[in-house]
């Protein structure tokens, strides 16, 4: 299989690269060290695997999607630092499909490309714990199209994610806001696939995440 290894730092490239010489079946046939030289090699090599960090000097997320357009065979891992789950969502809904840590073990590296270009995707056990704890389902995450544009939260579903993370019902926030329940509903949907998640719980550490909530508060704030 051929593997193209992307990332700006030299050191991590070299040490990828020699590892994957050391498999049979690996043939690296490129490396890259910014996403204008990835896509450029995605052009003329179309390899069968890339192992990224889009999260590196020179690289955005922004590279996955444009790179499945210039080689639709091409499956994508990412190999990054510590990340929180949106960010794995955001990888995964635009177009990784693998996705472990730099400090995995030589073992997991090789099995994630494996299994990759098998078909398969690879979660090392950092990366699932992470998935796990923050109820991301990753059969869930398909979208249509995928759009470059940031992610932007308003004022009132900041307002609502805030009331959900206290332990608000729909019926309680829409009373609380003056707004129907259907609205809230549907301010609810639009934040759940913003936020690029599925369930409440998600939501309540979002606003715990950025702040909007210390953890006290929604534990206890109900009790009075």
């Known amino acids: 299989m ?10 991590i490239r070299t040490g990828l690269h020699t590892l994957l010489g050391q498999q049979s079946e690996m043939d690296v046939c490129g490396e890259a060290s910014s996403s204008k030289e990835l896509l450029e090699l995605l052009k003329t090599k179309k ?26 065979k091409t499956r994508f891992i990412a190999i990054t630092g510590e990340q929180s789950g949106i960010t794995i969502v955001n990888a995964l809904r635009a ?15 090789v099995e994630s490309i494996r299994e990759t270009a098998g078909g398969g995707r690879f979660f090392c056990g950092q990366i699932l714990n992470t998935i ?9 995450l398909h979208i249509k199209e995928f759009n470059c544009e940031p992610v932007s939260i308003s004022d009132r579903e900041l307002e609502i ?11 309680e926030i829409a009373d609380k806001l003056f707004l129907s329940p259907h609205t809230v509903n549907t301010h609810r949907k639009n934040i759940l696939q913003k936020l690029g998640v599925n369930n409440t719980a998600s939501i309540v550490m979002y606003a715990v995440k ?4 210390s953890p006290n508060k929604f534990l206890f704030n109900r009790m009075d």
């Open 95 to 109: 177009g990784v499909r693998s996705y472990i840590k730099k400090d995995c073990d030589a073992h997991e590296i």
């Open 132 to 140: 796990r704890k923050e109820s991301i389902d990753v059969e869930d």
């Open 2 to 11: 051929k593997v193209v290894i992307a990332d700006s730092n030299l050191l």
């Open 210 to 213: 950025t702040n909007l909530v």
């Open 161 to 171: 994610i805030t009331l959900i993370a206290e332990g608000y019902t729909n019926v």
């Open 47 to 72: 390899p069968d695997v890339v192992i990224v960090d889009f999260a590196a000097k020179n690289f955005n997320i922004d590279v996955v999607p444009a790179g499945l357009k210039l080689s639709k």
